[in-house]
């Protein structure tokens, strides 16, 4: 008998460490200093509201020395000290944001995400903080030239995004290659294996920056296109909030500051 | 042609000492790699854990039906669509079904559903290996323990599954590895694991060799790990056969 207590009472322990490693996990996932351990924390709890994002859209939101920072970052701080909480960052791929949203993982999307019609019918968008544009990045001396090239080309997208409904809708009988990052698409526009990529304007900038010598963005705009944060479908309360800290950070100029800081950035590198 | 040889082989080692230097050393980028492993291996030691005893449980039901099919039938319903439905879909799928449709809200964190999720798929496959094991054991030890008076948990417990379990050690090891890389995938949940880690770096980079080279030597130093305690049990296990 005190053999079976023994394998039960061994049994309940293991699965009592369970939660306690959900708890004292290497927390990389979330915080926006990761590389060191920390406490996971519920975004219903006290003191934190929590953004999802897809953290490789330089320069709204990419990693940098262990932390992930960007434009989209700096807007969030602003709403979690509008809320009086600290802001936690959860990088996933862009894709799943929606589903991020529905689940209740996070209390808000930035993710340089576009509002769109079929977005709208699945979240709730606040007030637009950027205009962008879809453009187009292709190999140096490429023979496309523009728009109109584009047509029967391979076309590399970011899954989800409007460049992929834009080449989805447009080229339906050359679908585009879905990548689960852009990064990955410039690489195999540089190994060849695609003729061009659409992604965002503002970042395709950054891509290019990085990658000169291979790689040149064309100077037509696909579409225009207006960036705004995302929540979760009703959550009006939140909306507003972040409504005001847009319109605050407008009018006093912190808006166009911070888009500055991290153009020239973009620029110097 | 004896001349260009050293040339070659000195620029192969600054491109390579570049490389190490943009994908590890700047901006500390390695750490990507080190919180990664950190990660990878709390889950599987978790999901082992949970694998370890659901499996167990299961194995015990399923036998006992086998033995006398009148006994546990419920149960053994139960574990056979759970066997079922687990096997019969892939971890990432089963992955994100937990993440997104059942753990709702983030009452248990990120790390905890990938450890719930991965626990109970190798739950399954453990369950299936300890099975085999249990019924690879001759049917005269069960004869053997039952006529010295002893009851049926306790034949089991202290005769049968201990020598079920020695049996099926290579292929329960086995399944603890195949663990450690099925939780590469965990980045599709948003964790920072050890294959996310690497795509990190490749993604800062844009450089594929050294980020997915070095994942990929830390997996395997990792599993050779494990295969050398793996096999020291095994060695201090069979031990007694040749008394």
């Known amino acids: ?269 | 042609m004896n001349f260009t040889f050293p040339a070659v082989s000195m620029s192969f080692f600054s491109v390579l000492k570049d490389q190490i230097y943009e994908c590890l050393i700047k901006e500390n980028r390695y750490m990507y790699i080190v919180t990664g492993l950190g990660n990878t291996l709390l889950i599987t030691v978790f999901a082992v854990l949970i694998g370890v005893v659901l499996g167990t449980l299961v194995a015990l039901v399923k036998t006992a039906h086998q033995n006398d099919p009148k006994k546990m039938r419920v149960p053994n319903a139960i574990c056979s669509v759970y066997l079922t439905v687990i096997r019969g879909t892939p971890v990432l799928v089963q992955l994100m079904i937990m993440y997104y449709i059942i753990i709702v809200g983030t009452a248990i964190n990120d790390i905890g559903t990938a450890i719930l999720a991965f626990g109970i798929n190798s739950g399954a496959y453990v369950a299936e290996v300890i099975r085999s094991g249990i019924m690879s054991v001759d049917r005269g030890q069960t004869e053997a323990g039952r006529s010295l008076g002893l009851s049926q948990r306790t034949t089991m417990v202290k005769i049968v599954f201990p020598q079920a379990v020695k049996n099926v050690l290579p292929a329960i090891g086995n399944e603890f590895i195949s663990l450690l890389k099925e939780t590469s995938v965990a980045g599709y949940i948003g964790i920072q694991d050890l294959t996310k880690g690497g795509d990190v770096i490749r993604s800062i980079t844009y450089q594929p060799y050294l980020p997915l080279l070095a994942t990929a030597a830390v997996y395997l130093v990792i599993v050779i790990a494990l295969s050398a305690l793996l096999s020291k049990a095994e060695r201090r296990m069979r031990r007694s056969d040749y008394r």
């Open chain 1, 1 to 269: 008998m005190k053999k079976v207590k023994m394998f039960l009472a061994a049994t309940l322990a293991v699965s009592m460490l369970v939660p306690m490693a959900a708890c004292a996990s290497f927390d990389t996932s979330s915080g926006t200093a990761s590389g060191t351990t920390g406490t996971a924390a519920a975004s219903t709890a006290g003191g934190n509201v929590t953004m999802s994002t897809n953290a490789e859209f330089e320069p709204f939101e990419y990693k940098a020395n262990g932390k992930i920072v960007g434009i989209d970052v700096d807007i969030a701080n602003k709403v979690a000290a509008k809320l009086g909480k600290t802001l936690q960052v959860r990088d996933v791929a862009f894709d799943s944001l929606p589903a991020e949203l529905t689940a209740g993982k996070c209390d808000f999307v930035a993710a340089g995400m576009t509002i769109t019609d079929d977005r709208k019918k699945n979240m709730d968008f606040s007030d637009s903080y950027f205009d962008a544009a879809q453009a187009i990045i292709v190999a140096k001396g490429s023979t496309i030239k523009g728009k109109a090239d584009l047509k029967g080309k391979k076309i590399g997208v970011q899954q989800g995004t409007t460049g992929d409904d834009y080449c989805t809708k447009n080229y339906k009988d050359t679908p585009p290659k879905r990548y689960n990052k852009g990064a990955d698409a410039i690489s195999d526009l540089i190994s060849k294996r695609i003729d061009a990529v659409v992604i965002d304007d503002y970042s395709a900038q950054k891509f290019v920056a990085k990658n000169a010598n291979q790689v040149q963005k064309l100077s037509d705009a696909l579409t225009v296109e207006h960036y705004a944060i995302a929540v979760k479908k009703g959550n009006t309360q939140l909306v507003s909030t972040i409504n005001g800290v847009l319109k605050d950070m407008k009018s006093n100029g912190e808006l166009d500051k911070i888009i500055n800081k991290y153009k020239s950035a973009l620029e110097s590198d």
